[in-house]
């Protein structure tokens, strides 16, 4: 397995334009949540060798200092080290088409179903499986904070802050 990792680093194929922007698109569709950086760090340095580690390292460095959303500031960085400015473009737009044309649809789609009965129970159920969700991990990080008193006291402060003196 070492030995596969170590090999896949090298580039295949040279980047070019299109790839950059396909990969990049693959990670916006694809991808929920956290950990995007990671994906990134996967397709750009392990998989395809187009930069190194400490390369992508420093662009996460500076991707996180800057304001704005850390997964873009990285895509302009890996881009502009690739393309220069026509790179940081292709990268950045690759990776916001995909939501973009996702959000529109849902959008469409919503606006269609809202014109059924059962859509506003759907929506009812979603949210309480939701806030059921959010309920399970709130337990679940209080439990483990209750662990150590500093922790107790941060979560308590916390909770305090927020929900008696917002």
């Given at each position: 397995l ?5 090999n896949?680093a ?26 995007l ?8 340095v ?9 390369e ?19 895509s302009?960085y890996i881009?502009?080290?690739l ?14 088409s995909g ?18 009965d059962w ?5 009812d ?7 059921g ?6 337990v679940k ?12 006291v941060?979560?308590v402060a916390?909770?305090l802050?927020v929900?008696?003196?917002?």
């Amino acid at each position: 397995l070492r030995n596969m990792i170590e090999n896949s680093a090298s580039p295949v194929v040279p980047p070019t334009l299109l790839s950059l922007f396909t990969v990049f698109l693959r990670i916006g569709l694809f991808s929920f949540g956290g950990g995007l950086s990671g994906w990134i760090f996967r397709e750009v340095v392990t998989l395809r060798g187009w930069i190194d580690e400490d390369e992508f390292m420093s662009g996460l460095a500076v991707a996180q200092i800057l304001p704005g959303a850390n997964v873009a500031n990285l895509s302009l960085y890996i881009g502009q080290k690739l393309f220069g400015i026509t790179g940081a473009v292709v990268a950045l737009v690759g990776l916001l088409s995909g939501p973009f044309f996702v959000a529109i649809g849902l959008v469409s789609a919503y606006s269609v179903m809202t014109s059924f009965d059962w859509t506003e129970t759907v929506m009812d159920g979603i949210a309480a499986s939701a806030i059921g969700l959010l309920l399970v991990v709130a337990v679940k990080g209080a439990r483990r904070a209750s662990r150590h008193l500093g922790s107790s006291v941060a979560l308590v402060a916390t909770f305090l802050g927020v929900a008696v003196f917002h």
